[in-house]
């Protein structure tokens, strides 16, 4: 059985709109809910950016369903901000949150007027955010010196079980990076083929919990709006690493999509009219393994996307409800934290 989720997305939709559209996934039949991160829009036409802490509050105190967040600790968000975040809604809602901890993107992260690191650095950034959270979580006074630097913090508030730490990986290089401190891994809908890979480098390197695909679809039904639909909202989303790290603005990605054609989308966007390819397409990610499936319409309305998948796609597959989103032991447990090391550069074959 498989938890099938709502992804809430905050660059396209008014946060009351937003609230209103999880709620009514809940009441057609989704089991759970993840929302983006952002401080910008990905285009000028998706138009917002809410506050996702804010609105996780209000989302997990009006619905029943566990909730997962994907942020970037380090440079907008000091890791101690981000373990005091997540204690509070882990101490109010037990087993209901997760979140998902990325090196994050130039578009967000360039506002703080600090030098966008290199990737190695990031991803070494991240891995002493990650130290400083679990330990936060864990109860201990942190002080850390290193990519990020923390003085004797500590978290009052905690909750009785830690909230999973969940890693985000678009490639198998990264996943198998993040298997050492992950208590579970998100990707996003790719070619069957590079999910396989995914998953592989993940397990072989010790990765343990739960696998969760996050899948980008566009459905209308009249089969040019739903490309139409796609090619206005997510033609700036198709562009592999590292351009998508780099570009720093919403008109930065504007300017490079301007020429992406709708056939490139639906590269990366599941484009269909028809309700059964939809759920064909949701059975062949279940049969990869995924345990969680959380499904993001492109579009800026949600709730006709809501009431046919709820009536028409659900029914079609086999919907559980999640297991309580806690850290797993190991590597559930805080380590102890690690002194900083510049990253050495990687060897070129």
Avoid at 192 to 200: G, K, P, Q, S, Y
Avoid at 227 to 237: K, L, P, T, Y
Avoid at 246 to 258: H, W
């Amino acid at each position: 059985m498989t938890v099938i989720g709502f992804h809430n997305s905050h660059e396209q939709v008014h946060p009351a709109d937003l609230l209103r559209a999880v709620q009514h996934a809940e009441q057609v039949g989704f089991t759970a809910a993840m929302c983006s991160d952002h401080l910008e829009p990905w285009n000028e036409r998706q138009g917002h950016s809410g506050f996702a802490w804010s609105w996780l509050g209000a989302a997990l105190a009006t619905t029943g369903l566990p909730f997962g967040a994907v942020n970037a600790p380090g440079q907008r968000y000091h890791p101690v901000i981000v373990a005091q975040a997540i204690a509070t809604l882990g101490a109010m809602f037990p087993g209901r949150f997760w979140v998902a901890l990325g090196s994050g993107e130039a578009m967000n992260e360039h506002v703080t007027g600090h030098v966008w690191p290199r990737k190695e650095l990031r991803d070494a950034r991240l891995r002493e955010c990650v130290d400083v959270i679990r330990a936060l979580l864990a109860g201990e006074e942190v002080s850390h010196e290193g990519l990020v630097t923390v003085d004797r913090a500590r978290i009052w508030t905690l909750p009785d079980q830690q909230p999973a730490l969940i890693a985000p990986a678009v490639t198998a290089k990264t996943a198998g990076r993040h298997a050492e401190w992950a208590d579970g891994l998100v990707t996003i809908n790719q070619p069957h083929d590079t999910l396989r890979e995914v998953i592989a480098a993940y397990r072989d390197a010790g990765g343990q919990g739960t696998l969760t695909l996050q899948v980008h679809v566009s459905w209308d039904p009249d089969p040019d709006r739903a490309v139409a639909i796609a090619h206005d909202q997510w033609r700036s989303n198709v562009f592999p690493p590292p351009l998508c790290w780099d570009l720093d603005t919403t008109r930065a990605f504007d300017q490079a999509s301007a020429h992406v054609t709708p056939e490139a989308v639906g590269e990366v966007v599941r484009i269909s009219a028809d309700l059964g390819q939809h759920a064909a397409w949701l059975a062949e990610y279940v049969e990869l393994g995924f345990d969680q499936i959380y499904l993001h319409h492109v579009g800026k309305e949600q709730l006709p996307f809501l009431d046919a998948f709820g009536e028409h796609v659900l029914p079609q597959l086999d919907v559980t409800t999640p297991a309580p989103a806690v850290a797993i032991d190991p590597p559930g447990p805080a380590q102890p934290l690690r002194p900083h090391q510049e990253p050495q550069p990687a060897l070129l074959p």
